[in-house]
């Protein structure tokens, strides 16, 4: 009996060293809870579970709280985690200001340059930060624009001044809309109340409207959508959640695919060895098309029959 | 709870400190609820990220910040006593303006400031202690300097017009003394401290956000009645010390509430608020139970 107990032993202590480098902790920073953030969440979670990747997730959340925000970034200290994983641009700053000696993957920030995590999209090597940045395909938005409302002369968008996004998406819209000869109205709000009469003040005042991926205004889209029915103004929006919700289209980065890829990069840092300062920021240009047949007709628009064919989704 | 979030929860409350001090000044001594603080925060963190990407020193940067809070709150000030707006809606509206103005300031919504020299890299360098030790210390000793400087001043003459403006105006007016002009001085004085507290904050984070401003008022709130529930407000030196200290253990109120792990009773980090908010009403009434209890007992 005690020799068998001692063999247990011994071949456990011999097995032990490769069961303790199985296993990982890779604690989370998010800002808030959000859908399109949360699908980013699962969708890493998930990719590292495929990969058989055997790994605790310690998920923390500010509930918007700035200050909340750094104090994760101590407790995730404390938790000594093999890998940082922050969720949208206020968590990775923080992480990236504070955790020096451990990888930091960010995602769901749109221009990670400007936020100072890295000194540029290619990061050459130096530091421990890299991630994905979740930047709208603009063209490909402006091009969707187009297709659908050919007689467009200016585009009207709406979007919260505060969100430091959307303030580049904006940029990034005009840019591409002079490019191809379109003019563009702007409508800020400070809060999601403010959208009906942003909405209504683009009435008359250009052809179309759009919404980018702007926290502020997509929680309040209805205000929206109901603005542009009543007026027969053609809305189109950058996230296919807000289809659902009574937008005519959008071509659009699908956050769960964007957790699957980010998965992917955790996984070369945990399982793989690579350094994170040594992997270039990514994008994602798997996109998804989602259209809304009845809100097309609703704001005096007939859609394309090659869009609906191509579509990932339509919704009568 | 581990010792790096004992010490994030030091280093947080340290640091919102002056503000919670600024708070205290306006909620309790002035008798003015003062939603400025929820603009003036981001105003202390804008301006002083913009000065320091200038190539201005981090410490200029600071004070900057502190000017440009002093006059915020001057504004709200005025807007109460020489409009007749009353002093919640002055406020709000101060603190919606400095919402544009923040903007304005940083011609964008964030600015970052990784990897810029912060005054927590300078006392980091200074000490040679680890930052996590480091930065909730400089930031104790900032505050203990600013209570210092308080205290001094609310003995001098002018410190006591100020203290008895919000207990007594008639008193004060029969005095000679114009109230207007204390309130004016003292929503400033408030604002520039939470300024700083902003300044610190944002070169402590890495980054000066429009909208880190938000829930401001509710923590300042939280922080001094704590304070004063658990370290007594007896004298006004007392008072300043409890709101300083009261700011800390809010923040570790909050660190208890991240670390929380209840196994199978399903507590998500979505319910953060809710269990901050119990464990602020907690603190709030042990003092009345312990008291209730003796009592009981005695009798």
Same mark, same amino acid.
């Given at each position: ?66 200050? @909340? ?14 890998? #940082? ?44 930060? @890299? ?17 659908? #409302? ?27 809309? !002079? ?8 409508? @800020?709000?400070?809060?999601?109340? %403010? ?41 189109? #929006? ?75 989704? #339509?919704?009568? | =709870?581990?010792?790096?979030? &004992?010490? %994030? ?12 001090? %600024? ?50 709150? =001057? ?19 101060? =603190? ?6 923040? &903007? ?30 480091? !930065? ?108 300083? &200290? ?39 009434? =042990? ?13």
């Amino acid at each position: 009996m005690k020799k068998i107990l001692l063999t247990m032993a011994a071949l456990l202590l011999l097995t032990a060293p490769s069961f303790a480098g199985d296993h990982y902790t890779v604690s989370v920073t998010q800002i808030v809870e959000h859908p399109a953030l949360d699908a980013i969440r699962n969708g890493v979670i998930d990719r590292l579970k495929e990969k058989g990747i055997d790994a605790t997730f310690n998920v923390h959340i500010a509930q918007g709280n700035s200050a @909340t925000n750094v104090q994760i970034i101590s407790q995730i200290k404390g938790e000594e985690p093999d890998l #940082v994983l922050a969720i949208a641009t206020p968590g990775a700053q923080a992480a990236a200001q504070k955790i020096k000696d451990r990888p930091i993957v960010f995602t769901g920030v749109t221009d990670p340059v400007s936020a100072g995590l890295v000194k540029d999209l290619k990061n050459s090597g130096n530091g421990n930060v @890299t991630g994905m940045s979740d930047f709208s395909p603009m063209d490909k938005h402006v091009a969707l624009i187009k297709e659908i #409302v050919p007689s467009v002369k200016t585009i009207g968008v709406i979007y919260n001044a505060g969100e430091p996004n959307s303030v580049v998406l904006v940029n990034a819209l005009t840019e591409q809309a !002079t490019l191809v000869g379109l003019g563009v109205e702007e409508a @800020t709000v400070a809060n999601s109340s %403010g959208v009906y009469q942003a909405a209504k003040s683009l009435v008359g005042r250009c052809d179309v409207v759009y919404i980018p991926t702007d926290n502020t205004v997509i929680s309040a889209v209805e205000s929206a959508v109901k603005v542009c029915s009543q007026n027969k103004l053609p809305l189109i #929006v950058a996230d296919v959640d807000s289809v659902a919700r009574g937008a005519i289209a959008a071509v659009a980065v699908d956050y769960y695919r964007m957790g699957l890829q980010t998965g992917d990069m955790a996984a070369k840092i945990l399982a793989d060895g690579v350094k994170a300062g040594d992997m270039p920021v990514e994008f994602l240009n798997d996109l998804k098309l989602h259209v809304n047949k009845k809100a097309a007709a609703a704001m005096g628009v007939t859609l394309p029959e090659d869009i609906i064919a191509r579509a990932d989704k #339509v919704i009568e | =709870m581990t010792s790096y979030a &004992l010490f %994030g929860a030091l280093e947080q409350g340290f640091a919102y400190g002056l503000m919670v001090i %600024g708070v205290y000044l306006t909620f309790r001594v002035l008798d003015f609820p003062d939603l400025t603080v929820d603009g003036s925060l981001p105003l202390g963190a804008s301006v002083s990220a913009v000065a320091i990407t200038a190539g201005y020193s981090p410490f200029l940067a600071v004070l900057m910040a502190t000017g440009a809070g002093f006059i915020a709150g =001057m504004v709200t000030g005025i807007l109460n006593t020489k409009f007749k707006i009353l002093h919640l809606l002055a406020s709000i509206l101060t =603190m919606i303006a400095l919402y544009s103005i923040n &903007l304005r300031i940083m011609g964008r919504p964030n600015m970052a400031l990784l990897g810029q020299d912060t005054v927590v890299d300078w006392f980091n360098n200074l000490t040679g202690l680890l930052p996590q030790y480091s !930065t909730p210390l400089l930031f104790c000793i900032i505050s203990i300097i600013v209570i210092l400087i308080l205290i001094w001043f609310l003995h001098t003459e002018k410190g006591f017009a100020f203290l008895a403006t919000g207990d007594n105006k008639q008193m004060i007016t029969s005095q000679g003394i114009n109230t207007d002009n204390v309130i004016i001085f003292g929503v400033g004085l408030s604002n520039a401290l939470v300024a700083t507290s902003g300044a610190l904050v944002a070169q402590n984070q890495g980054a000066a956000d429009v909208n880190m401003g938000v829930g401001t008022i509710v923590a300042g709130l939280a922080s001094v009645i704590i304070g004063e529930t658990v370290f007594g407000d007896k004298t006004i030196s007392r008072a300043l010390i409890a709101a300083l &200290l009261g700011s800390v253990l809010y923040r570790i109120a909050i660190a208890l509430a991240l670390g929380l792990k209840l196994g199978a009773f399903s507590i998500t980090p979505s319910d953060l608020n809710l269990i901050t908010a119990t464990l602020v009403v907690f603190a709030l009434i =042990m003092p009345k139970m312990k008291k209730k209890f003796l009592a009981g007992r005695s009798a």
